[in-house]
């Protein structure tokens, strides 16, 4: 036979005031529309999780997450983005057939979260589209390899603590290439290579007309844009 649960008065109050005061603080905050640039939104994401724990670390990006997420469409390209766009934004993306497809959706306001691969070296044609900016990273712990980045027509900004992406056309091996950038007061991370091109990742904020890229290695070259790291 079928039992019925115990019950647990103390869970299902504890249970209640949880909800009421999400939907009380969701309704709060969604009452104030989109939020501006990406770099705000990762300071103000970054006062919220402010001593936080890994656990509620992880919910809270998660809640500020799907918040954003009504706020501008979400187009998701490749595997990795689609696992780690549902775990940050839910399930409201939009699948994209190709990169350029989310890149052209991007263009018309939406943020498109697309994959890290060398197999489709789509982030080459930012440096043509110098319109479009990576803003984020994901997973974008301090310690977490990117493996999936958003891009937006919103060029980011420095938040004290982030990541800049930069790509050449070297034929330099990768540590020569970080060493050059290191001699220039860079330090650098190699995070792929594809279609001739190479991707790195800067420490820090770095700008596109910064002089210590002005002698870097490869004669087509370019600040693609930058993360915070939380």
Excluded: C, H, N
């Excluded at 999400?22 to 705000?40: E, F, N, Q, V």
């Excluded at 409201?92 to 497809?101: F, V, W």
């Excluded at 279609?195 to 890229?213: I, P, S, T």
């Amino acid at each position: 036979m079928l039992e019925a649960p115990p019950e647990d008065p103390e869970r299902t109050t504890r249970d209640a005031a949880l909800r009421a005061a999400l939907g009380s603080a969701l309704k709060a905050r969604l009452s104030l529309g989109a939020a501006g640039r990406p770099d705000a939104e990762a300071l103000a994401l970054r006062e919220v999780l402010k001593d936080a724990g890994p656990m509620e670390a992880t919910v809270l990006k998660a809640v500020w997450g799907r918040l954003s997420a009504t706020e501008s469409p979400l187009v998701v390209w490749g595997a990795a983005a689609q696992l780690l766009a549902a775990d940050r934004f839910g399930l409201s993306g939009r699948l994209a057939a190709e990169p350029d497809q989310a890149l052209d959706e991007t263009r018309k306001g939406a943020r498109a979260v697309l994959d890290l691969t060398p197999r489709t070296p789509w982030w080459g044609r930012l440096l043509a589209r110098p319109e479009l900016k990576i803003v984020a990273a994901l997973p974008d712990d301090p310690g977490a390899r990117p493996r999936a980045v958003i891009v937006s027509r919103q060029a980011p900004g420095p938040t004290g603590d982030d990541r800049t992406f930069w790509v050449t056309d070297s034929r330099l091996a990768d540590v020569e290439i970080a060493a050059r950038l290191g001699e220039a007061g860079l330090a650098a991370q190699p995070l792929l290579s594809g279609g001739g091109l190479k991707l790195f990742m800067l420490a820090g904020y770095v700008q596109a007309e910064d002089g210590r890229l002005s002698g870097a290695p490869g004669d087509l070259t370019g600040v693609i844009g930058a993360a915070p790291v939380y």
